[in-house]
């Protein structure tokens, strides 16, 4: 499902480079719920930006369902975002001037789907992530959770095979963060949803069918073998 083979990622910053990642091989299978943990600075959402087509690494190969996408141009790239892949981000990046329901149409409408279908899907996601009742409304008017629950929805309209999310958790309390993760792992379970997320909470661990330890832009091999749980088997 995803599969990644030494990949490299450089920053360039002035005269000074950054070598946030510096040789990663890994495979995620059809299906898996898979946390990429580590310390700050580590190059975890380097490698989550890599993988979801939203920066082009220095080296290496990315294959996603099934497609090698290093050899994708721009255009394509912004297609296969738009038809393959999901998002959701610390901040959850939602429009402040348009409403909940709107917000979530988006990336439908960005298909070139007719209106009444891209609102007819937004309407269906946002009732799977319990904000039936808050369509009308605007995004400001909701709590962080719930922001993040339409942020959530906005990246399953589209029925991505996989999303990808930073630290979604960061700026939610305990209880949010827990109604976001179950939330997470029901979309996993039930639509089958292949589904990458960075975390640094110790406590996200249970969540994840497998965890995968970046340490310094490597894998923290030891700390896979001692903690990391073994891979779900392939669907
Ligand atoms: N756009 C950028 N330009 C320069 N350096 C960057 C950039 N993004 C990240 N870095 C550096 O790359 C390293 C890894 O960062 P990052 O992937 O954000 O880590 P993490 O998400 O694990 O906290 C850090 O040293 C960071 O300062
Ligand atoms: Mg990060």
Request: glycine share 8%; hydrophobic share 40%; aromatic share 6%.
């Amino acid at each position: 499902m995803i599969d990644v083979a030494g990949l490299q990622k450089m920053y360039r910053m002035g005269a000074v480079e950054v070598s946030a990642m510096r040789g990663i091989t890994i495979h995620i299978n059809r299906g898996e719920f898979v946390g990429i943990m580590g310390p700050s600075g580590s190059g975890k959402s380097t490698l989550l930006h890599q993988l979801g087509l939203l920066d082009t690494p220095t080296a290496g190969r990315i294959t996603l369902n099934g497609t090698d996408v290093s050899h994708l141009n721009d255009e394509e790239r912004t297609r296969f975002r738009l038809m393959h892949l999901g998002y959701v981000f610390q901040d959850y990046a939602l429009v402040s001037e348009l409403t909940v329901k709107e917000n979530v149409a988006i990336p439908a409408l960005m298909q070139g789907r007719p209106l009444t279908e891209c609102y007819a899907a937004a309407t269906d996601v946002l009732e799977k992530v319990g904000l039936g009742k808050r369509l009308d409304h605007l995004v400001h008017e909701l709590s962080g959770g719930e922001q993040q629950r339409v942020s959530i929805a906005r990246a399953l309209v589209n029925r991505p095979a996989i999303v990808f999310a930073d630290e979604p958790c960061a700026n939610l309390d305990t209880e949010s963060s827990r109604t976001v993760l179950d939330l997470f792992r029901a979309v996993n379970r039930d639509l089958g949803q292949t589904v990458a997320m960075v975390s640094h909470e110790p406590w996200h661990m249970e969540y994840f069918d497998r965890i995968i330890f970046i340490r310094d832009g490597l894998l923290d091999e030891e700390r896979i073998a001692r903690e990391g749980k073994a891979g779900m088997p392939e669907h």
